[in-house]
């Protein structure tokens, strides 16, 4: 646990306060709320969100890690045991359901609402549902929203039509985390909750205790999707829009059970009041329905339910193993390309190389191949290649593959060459056989790398007659490279007089 972890009370949540705020800097927030509610008033009038007992409104998650420092970087298996609390408490299958007091055990109920990690991204790539983003800053506060931009050194949100974004991050001023009503701007839309409070499972930096079962979340994507605080966010006269949900006059803390307020006994362990997480075990049937009105048709929540036909998937993303690795000698005796093909999920890979016998060398590799020009003659190498993944991890590596590299031709069967008299006097006559039409390139390469003769030869799929002059060639050593569709030979003569 962090020293100076103790929260005050009124840190609990600051949705309703963030909401004060917006509103001052959008006033045009306020005829958009209004037209919210009047849409909840006629959906629940007209009893629209019942549903059949095997429906299930499923809205797509990302969660946005923004980390100053390794101690903030919530790990994935604590981002995972969030979304199982999510989708418990929201289905009513949590197992501290059992301890609703009998008072409210006849209200509480499944919201029929759950959660998916993104399975694609806003640009159709293949997704964990987690984005990690490095930052400079120490702490956001919840009034400025600078976690929910990337020149902030936050993290941009996805579109709200389609995905419900949870920033998890440092917030500063001791508060839990916040929530934007419907009705809000598009790119501020979503769920804030810091590092220290996010799901139930064990890790370096939390989650610390009272706040450690993972209901900070449940509260506030409560306030996603439209409840309010069981009191009204008032006294006994102001109503959180709920009708079996007991007045209050203000918020509970720790588990007071018997806590009366307003005449009447209150719900403290709703997920909407501000008692500790181990206290927080129910909604009510009311406030599901009101949840619900939001994703229905016309709802403020609606478009994002309807994404997960395309943005949730049954088939989790997975760090594949590269596939068919192959080697192609480019330049004998010194280069070759290894390429393979690429995983939908890679963000990189990793090539290992070594010298038969010899130590393995790890090269990263952001595409699907890559040239290396270190090789010598007659050795043999060896290579291999993972993905990496990011959030998935890494695959195992591909099966070794082998190479020998030649001393002086391309080695591809598409290509061969003789050259001869050899020695030559005026002129050396070149057969290129290709099995492909179009054009060659000839080179003559004396000894010190220099190209003394360049010429473009018509290959028309077979063998094909070169006379090339080397009358003005002085004596000595010669090379003759062809090249087409970057496939080289190479042979060597001599000229004599």
């Known amino acids: 646990m962090l020293a100076g972890s103790a929260l005050s009370a009124q840190d609990r949540c600051h949705s309703t306060e963030y909401m004060d705020v917006m509103m001052q800097q959008h006033p045009e927030m306020a005829i958009e709320m209004a037209a919210i509610e009047e849409h909840t008033r006629q959906v629940l009038e007209n ?33 995972l045991g969030q979304l199982d609390v999510l989708n418990e408490d929201f289905g009513a299958y949590n197992v501290d359901i059992s301890t609703v007091i009998p008072a409210f055990s006849g ?6 609402i759950q959660f998916c990690l993104a399975s694609v991204d806003p640009s159709g790539n293949p997704t964990t549902g987690i984005t990690r983003t490095a930052t400079s800053v120490s702490s956001f506060s919840y009034t400025g929203n600078g976690m929910k931009f990337n020149s902030s050194g936050g993290k941009d949100a996805w579109p709200r039509a389609d995905y419900l974004n949870i920033w998890v991050c440092r917030l500063s001023g001791g508060v839990l985390g916040f929530a934007q009503f419907p009705g809000g701007p598009a790119n501020t839309d979503g769920v804030v909750v810091d590092y220290r409070y996010v799901g139930r499972d064990s890790w370096t930096s939390g989650p610390l205790s009272p706040y450690n079962k993972g209901r900070t979340l449940t509260h506030e994507v409560g306030h996603w999707l439209n409840l309010r605080h069981i009191w009204g966010d008032g006294g006994c006269s102001v109503d959180d829009g709920v009708a079996d949900t007991p007045l209050s006059s203000s918020p509970n803390y720790g588990c007071p059970l018997s806590s009366t307020r307003c005449s009447s006994l209150d719900n403290v362990q709703n997920y909407m009041d501000y008692t500790n997480d181990a206290c927080m075990v129910m909604f009510t049937a009311g406030q599901g329905a009101r949840m619900r009105a939001t994703l229905v048709p016309g709802g403020s929540r609606a478009s994002a339910a309807n994404a997960s036909a395309t943005k949730c998937s049954s088939v989790v993303p997975t760090c594949d193993v590269p596939t068919m690795p192959s080697t192609a000698i480019l330049s004998a005796p010194t280069t070759a390309r290894v390429s393979w093909v690429g995983v939908d999920a890679a963000i990189n890979y990793t090539v290992q190389g070594r010298q038969f016998g010899g130590a393995w060398r790890d090269v990263l590799v952001s595409g699907t191949g890559r040239n290396f020009n270190i090789f010598k003659a007659n050795f043999t190498y060896e290579w291999r290649v993972r993905s990496n993944c990011g959030a998935l991890g890494t695959s195992d590596y591909t099966a070794i593959q082998s190479f020998t590299m030649p001393a002086s031709r391309f080695g591809v069967s598409s290509l061969a060459m003789n050259v001869f008299p050899n020695p030559a006097s005026t002129h050396l006559v070149i057969d290129l056989n290709s099995e492909k039409s179009g054009s060659a390139e000839l080179l003559v390469v004396d000894l010190l790398g220099q190209i003394v003769r360049t010429e473009q030869v018509a290959v028309d799929g077979g063998l094909t007659r070169v006379q090339l002059d080397v009358s003005q060639l002085n004596n000595g050593s010669y090379f003759v490279q062809m090249i087409q569709d970057g496939e080289r030979v190479v042979s060597n003569f001599h000229v004599v007089r």
């Open 107 to 112: 209200i509480y109920a499944d919201a029929d």
């Open 47 to 79: 009893g629209a969100t019942e549903r059949s007992a095997s429906a299930t409104y499923t809205i797509p998650v990302v969660f946005h890690v923004i980390y100053n420092g390794s101690s903030q970087n919530v790990p994935d298996n604590v981002i």
